[in-house]
């Protein structure tokens, strides 16, 4: 599969948003994604197939040196295919270049699929938040050092 990461416009918002819904992994909706790409901290990116259609996305902050991964999603029909791989390589090796040294995110503690993703992009668990989540889960926190890749 040929695949392409491109910025995040408005107009991926209503697909953002959907697979967001579907996945149900955060609880945005299309105005918090739009009210995001106002914001001049914010970096997102999709990936398309070859043929245009939306297999995923990602979504950081870069606060000084300091980057957080707000959410990165695939479409299910298309995990296990390297879309998140390429999706964070490349938000990472841009966010890298514009000053990022390290790089934050939380997930919830039983989210396995998430974390050994995220384990497999070199992230390691720094931090628990007990009961962090409104339904007592709580938040596993990961940092990374970013390197040029
Ligand atoms: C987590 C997620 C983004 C991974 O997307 P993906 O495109 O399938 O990931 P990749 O294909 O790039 O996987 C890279 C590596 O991560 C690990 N990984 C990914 N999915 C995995 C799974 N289901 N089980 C175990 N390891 C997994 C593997 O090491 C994999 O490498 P491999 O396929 O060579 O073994 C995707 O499963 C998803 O959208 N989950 C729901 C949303 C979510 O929870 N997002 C995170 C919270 S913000």
Redesign the pocket.
């Known amino acids: 599969m040929q695949v392409t990461i491109s910025g995040m416009a408005l107009s991926d918002v209503a697909e953002v948003s959907a697979l967001t819904e579907r996945?149900a992994?955060?609880n945005w909706n299309s105005r918090q994604f739009e009210s995001e790409l106002q914001s001049s901290c914010t970096y997102g990116l999709v990936a398309r197939d070859e043929n245009g259609a939306f297999a995923?996305y990602a979504l950081f902050h870069l606060v000084a040196d300091e980057v957080e991964?707000?959410?990165?999603?695939?479409v299910?029909e298309?995990?296990?295919?390297?879309?998140?791989?390429?999706l964070?390589k490349n938000a990472v090796t841009t966010l890298r270049h514009e000053g990022g040294r390290t790089l934050f995110?939380e997930?919830?503690e039983g989210?396995?699929?998430?974390r050994?993703?995220y384990?497999?992009?070199g992230c390691t668990v720094c931090g628990k938040r007990k009961n962090y989540y409104h339904d007592g889960e709580s938040a596993i926190l990961y940092s990374a050092e970013l390197a040029f890749i």
Do not use: H
């Not at 991964?69 to 695939?74: H, K, P, R, W």
């Not at 298309?78 to 390429?86: L, P, V, Y």
């Not at 989210?111 to 998430?114: F, K, P, Q, V, W």
């Open positions: 996945l992994f955060l995923g991964l707000l959410a990165i999603a695939t299910p298309f995990t296990r295919q390297g879309i998140a791989s390429m964070y995110l997930v919830r989210n396995a699929t998430a050994a993703f384990e497999r992009m």
